[in-house]
């Protein structure tokens, strides 16, 4: 996987606007990220935003813990950022899988070890969620980006899409379900995920 070179001046801004977000002040149970170079706050997420991580989360550590998974040394992560400089983001994502020897590097690395990042929409952060992020993480090379979109803008309704196959900052691959449907996540997780408990 390869990373884009960084301009010299977009590296001391990107530096810069790393050390602010350091240094803010975030108020309890809001955190910060930087979206394209814009510093954003998000706010608590609603019971039934937490209600889908809380399930995915489920199902994805039922999957490490079970004996033969292929994924037995990954950790889900909630509060982990993934730091992608050459798109100016730094996200905190609704779910990180990623190895667990991976957790002793520098944070810039977390990114190109990354397997999976799980995002569920809100009204305040779905546009982020379906443009900035997902660019951000297919200009990464994360393998796999899990939007959980409840309220998907073509349909109206819930739906769950897979993004894979990252190559040149976009995703080749999507497989999209309504909400009540099963995805499938492939290797390595080969994990069938149910959206039937899925919140609107």
Not at 41 to 55: A, D, M, N, R
Request: proline share 8%; charged share 25%; net charge negative.
């Amino acid at each position: 996987m390869s990373i884009a070179a960084v301009e010299p001046e977009a590296l001391l801004s990107w530096q810069f606007m790393l050390r602010t977000w350091e240094e803010l002040d975030v108020p309890e149970g809001c955190r910060a990220e930087i979206i394209e170079g814009a510093l954003v706050l998000v706010t608590p997420p609603k019971p039934e935003h937490s209600q889908i991580v809380w399930q995915v989360g489920k199902a994805l550590t039922r999957e490490i813990l079970r004996d033969g998974s292929s994924i037995a040394e990954a950790e889900v992560h909630q509060t982990v950022d993934v730091r992608v400089p050459f798109r100016s983001g730094l996200y905190i994502p609704d779910l990180l899988v990623i190895p667990h020897s991976v957790m002793e590097y520098d944070p810039e690395n977390l990114v190109s070890d990354a397997l999976l990042v799980v995002e569920v929409t809100s009204r305040s952060t779905a546009d982020r969620d379906r443009k900035p992020k997902l660019w951000g993480c297919a200009h990464a090379g994360i393998p796999l980006y899990l939007l959980v979109d409840r309220w998907d803008p073509e349909t109206d309704r819930g739906e769950v899409t897979l993004f894979s196959g990252p190559e040149n900052g976009v995703y080749t691959g999507a497989t999209k379900v309504p909400f009540g449907k099963e995805i499938h996540l492939p290797a390595p997780f080969d994990l069938t995920l149910d959206t039937g408990g899925f919140p609107a």
